[in-house]
C-alpha cells in the first residue's frame, strides 16, 4: 500500500511537472504583461518610453512573416498525402468541417456582438496613436469590385511579394507554388527538402524571438494602458472571461449534440466516457500536434473506424480548429470596438476573415498564429502595429481554444462514421 502511494505521488508529481513545463512559457508571459498594465497604470504616458522595446519585439515578427508564410504554406501542399478512402471520406470530412466551423463562427459572433469587448472613451486617440489614416482607405473604396479582388490578390513585381503589405497575394503565390512542385513530383524532392529545411530554421527564429516576448509585449503592453487607460487591460480580461464562457458551453453542449447527432446516446455516452484523455493532453500541450496521437486513439475507442479517424483527426490538426475560428472572431471583434468601426463591418465579412484566417493556423503553437493574425489585421486594414494586441489575444484564450480545437477534430469524425458508414456505424464496429 506503501509502495502504491509512493508511486502514485511520484506519477502525480510528474505530471505536475508536466503541466508546468509546458505552461512555462505562458505564465512568464501572462506575468509580464500584468506588470507592464500595473507600470502603465501607475506611470501613465510616462510608460511611452518603453513603446521602442515593444516595437523591437514588432519588427522582429515582422521581418520573419513572408519567409514564414511563403514556407509553411508550400511545403504544407506538396507534403499532403491521398487518404486511403479518399472520395467519400474526404468531401464529407471537408463538409463537416465547414459546417462545424461555421457553427463556431456563428456562436462566436452571436458572444461578441452581445458583449463589448473593449470600451475606449478616445478611439481618434488610439488611432492617431496606431497610426490609422482614414485618407489611405479612399482610393480603394473607389475601385470596383473586380480590381480590387486583382489587387489584394496578384502583384505586378516579384520583389512586391516581399512586402507584407501584399500579404494575400503572397499566400495565392505560396499556395501555387506548393501545387506545383506537388505536379513536379520526385523531381521536386530536392527543392522540398531544400525549403524544409528552411522552414525549421525560420521557426527557430521564431523560437529565439519568442523568449524576447515577456519583455518585447509587457514594454507593449505598458505604453498601451498607459496612453488609453485602464479600459484595454479591463478589455483584455473581459476578452477572456466570455471567451473562456464560450468555450465550456461548446465543450459541454455543442459537442454532445453532435455526438448525439451522429449516432444517438450510445454515441453521446462512448464520446464523453473516452474524450477525456485528449482534453487533459490539450490543456498540458496547448498544442493541437502533439495532441494528435493521444486524440486519434481516443477517437478510435469511441468506435470510429481507422480510416475515418485517420483521416479526420489528421486533417484537423491543421485545418479544422473551432477554438481557433471562435478565437479569430474575438481577435477581430476586439480591434473593430477599439477602433470603434461596428458600423463599417458585417456579420459576413466577420465570417469570412475569421474562416479564412483559421484556415492558416498551422498544427503547431508557433508560427501559424502570425500568419492568421497578419491575415486579420491586413483584410480589415488595419495598421500592422496592431499585431501585439492580437497577439496577447492569443496567448490568454491558448488553453481553451487548444482545448476546442482537438477535442472538436474527435467530434467531426463521428459525424463524418454518420454519413460514410451510416446510422449503425457504431454496430458495425461492434461487430
Given at each position: 500500500?506503501?509502495?502504491?502511494?509512493?508511486?502514485?505521488?511520484?506519477?502525480?508529481?510528474?505530471?505536475?511537472?508536466?503541466?508546468?513545463k509546458?505552461?512555462?512559457?505562458?505564465?512568464i508571459?501572462l506575468?509580464?504583461?500584468?506588470?507592464?498594465?500595473?507600470?502603465?497604470?501607475?506611470?501613465?504616458?510616462?510608460?511611452?518610453?518603453?513603446?521602442?522595446?515593444?516595437?523591437?519585439?514588432?519588427?522582429?515578427?515582422?521581418?520573419?512573416?513572408?519567409?514564414?508564410i511563403?514556407?509553411s504554406?508550400a511545403?504544407?501542399?506538396?507534403k499532403?498525402?491521398?487518404?486511403?478512402?479518399?472520395?467519400?471520406?474526404?468531401v464529407?470530412?471537408?463538409?463537416?468541417?465547414?459546417?462545424t466551423?461555421?457553427?463556431?463562427?456563428l456562436?462566436g459572433?452571436?458572444s461578441?456582438?452581445?458583449?463589448?469587448?473593449?470600451?475606449?472613451?478616445?478611439?481618434?486617440?488610439?488611432?492617431?496613436?496606431?497610426?490609422?489614416?482614414?485618407?489611405?482607405?479612399?482610393?480603394e473604396?473607389?475601385?470596383?469590385?473586380?480590381?480590387?479582388?486583382?489587387e489584394?490578390?496578384?502583384?505586378?513585381d516579384?520583389?512586391?511579394?516581399?512586402?507584407?503589405?501584399n500579404?494575400?497575394?503572397?499566400?495565392?503565390?505560396?499556395?501555387l507554388v506548393?501545387f506545383a512542385?506537388?505536379?513536379?513530383?520526385?523531381?521536386?524532392e530536392?527543392?522540398?527538402?531544400?525549403?524544409e529545411?528552411?522552414?525549421?530554421?525560420?521557426n527557430?527564429?521564431?523560437?529565439?524571438?519568442?523568449?524576447?516576448?515577456?519583455?518585447?509585449?509587457?514594454?507593449?503592453?505598458?505604453?498601451?494602458?498607459?496612453t488609453?487607460?485602464?479600459?484595454?487591460?479591463?478589455?483584455y480580461?473581459?476578452?477572456?472571461?466570455?471567451?473562456l464562457?464560450?468555450?465550456?458551453?461548446f465543450?459541454?453542449?455543442?459537442?454532445?449534440?453532435?455526438?448525439?447527432?451522429?449516432g444517438?446516446?450510445?454515441?453521446?455516452?462512448a464520446f464523453?466516457?473516452?474524450?477525456?484523455?485528449?482534453?487533459?493532453t490539450?490543456?498540458g500541450?496547448?498544442?493541437?500536434?502533439?495532441?494528435?496521437?493521444?486524440?486519434?486513439?481516443c477517437?478510435?475507442?469511441?468506435?470510429?473506424?481507422?480510416?475515418?479517424?485517420?483521416?479526420?483527426?489528421?486533417l484537423?490538426?491543421?485545418?479544422h480548429k473551432?477554438?481557433?475560428?471562435?478565437?479569430?472572431?474575438?481577435?477581430?471583434?476586439?480591434?473593430?470596438?477599439?477602433?470603434?468601426?461596428?458600423?463599417n463591418i458585417?456579420?459576413?465579412?466577420?465570417?469570412g476573415?475569421?474562416?479564412?484566417?483559421?484556415?492558416?493556423?498551422?498544427?503547431?503553437?508557433?508560427?501559424?498564429?502570425?500568419?492568421?493574425e497578419?491575415?486579420?489585421?491586413?483584410m480589415?486594414?488595419?495598421?500592422v502595429?496592431?499585431?501585439p494586441?492580437?497577439?496577447?489575444?492569443?496567448?490568454?484564450?491558448?488553453?481553451?481554444?487548444?482545448v476546442?480545437?482537438?477535442?472538436?477534430?474527435?467530434?467531426?469524425?463521428?459525424?463524418?462514421?454518420r454519413?460514410?458508414?451510416?446510422?449503425?456505424?457504431?454496430?458495425?464496429?461492434?461487430?
Amino acid at each position: 500500500m506503501v509502495f502504491l502511494r509512493v508511486n502514485l505521488y511520484t506519477y502525480i508529481k510528474e505530471e505536475d511537472m508536466k503541466i508546468l513545463k509546458n505552461y512555462k512559457s505562458i505564465i512568464i508571459l501572462l506575468g509580464f504583461i500584468m506588470l507592464g498594465a500595473l507600470v502603465g497604470l501607475l506611470w501613465g504616458s510616462g510608460s511611452n518610453v518603453l513603446k521602442p522595446l515593444g516595437e523591437l519585439f514588432l519588427n522582429m515578427l515582422l521581418v520573419v512573416v513572408v519567409p514564414l508564410i511563403f514556407l509553411s504554406i508550400a511545403t504544407s501542399i506538396y507534403k499532403m498525402k491521398q487518404p486511403k478512402r479518399m472520395g467519400k471520406i474526404l468531401v464529407t470530412t471537408f463538409i463537416v468541417f465547414l459546417v462545424t466551423s461555421i457553427i463556431a463562427v456563428l456562436i462566436g459572433i452571436a458572444s461578441t456582438y452581445s458583449f463589448k469587448l473593449v470600451d475606449t472613451k478616445d478611439e481618434e486617440l488610439i488611432k492617431e496613436e496606431l497610426s490609422l489614416d482614414e485618407s489611405d482607405n479612399s482610393e480603394e473604396i473607389s475601385l470596383n469590385p473586380l480590381e480590387k479582388f486583382v489587387e489584394m490578390t496578384s502583384v505586378d513585381d516579384f520583389a512586391k511579394l516581399l512586402s507584407r503589405d501584399n500579404m494575400i497575394a503572397l499566400i495565392v503565390i505560396s499556395i501555387l507554388v506548393g501545387f506545383a512542385m506537388h505536379m513536379a513530383g520526385d523531381k521536386a524532392e530536392p527543392v522540398y527538402k531544400f525549403m524544409e529545411s528552411c522552414n525549421e530554421i525560420v521557426n527557430n527564429l521564431i523560437k529565439i524571438i519568442m523568449y524576447y516576448a515577456p519583455v518585447g509585449l509587457g514594454c507593449y503592453f505598458a505604453s498601451l494602458v498607459g496612453t488609453f487607460g485602464g479600459e484595454i487591460a479591463v478589455g483584455y480580461l473581459k476578452t477572456f472571461i466570455i471567451y473562456l464562457l464560450v468555450s465550456i458551453f461548446f465543450y459541454f453542449v455543442i459537442y454532445t449534440i453532435f455526438a448525439y447527432l451522429s449516432g444517438g446516446k450510445k454515441a453521446v455516452n462512448a464520446f464523453w466516457k473516452n474524450i477525456f484523455p485528449s482534453t487533459v493532453t490539450a490543456l498540458g500541450t496547448c498544442s493541437s500536434a502533439a495532441s494528435m496521437p493521444v486524440n486519434m486513439e481516443c477517437s478510435k475507442k469511441m468506435g470510429i473506424s481507422e480510416d475515418i479517424v485517420d483521416t479526420t483527426v489528421s486533417l484537423g490538426a491543421s485545418f479544422h480548429k473551432d477554438g481557433s475560428v471562435i478565437g479569430s472572431v474575438f481577435k477581430i471583434m476586439f480591434l473593430v470596438y477599439l477602433f470603434n468601426d461596428v458600423g463599417n463591418i458585417s456579420i459576413l465579412k466577420v465570417m469570412g476573415i475569421a474562416i479564412i484566417a483559421t484556415l492558416l493556423v498551422t498544427a503547431v503553437p508557433i508560427g501559424g498564429g502570425t500568419i492568421s493574425e497578419m491575415l486579420i489585421i491586413t483584410m480589415l486594414g488595419y495598421p500592422v502595429v496592431t499585431l501585439p494586441i492580437l497577439t496577447i489575444i492569443a496567448t490568454i484564450i491558448d488553453p481553451p481554444a487548444t482545448v476546442l480545437n482537438v477535442v472538436g477534430d474527435s467530434a467531426s469524425a463521428m459525424l463524418t462514421s454518420r454519413i460514410v458508414d451510416g446510422k449503425k456505424w457504431l454496430e458495425k464496429k461492434a461487430s
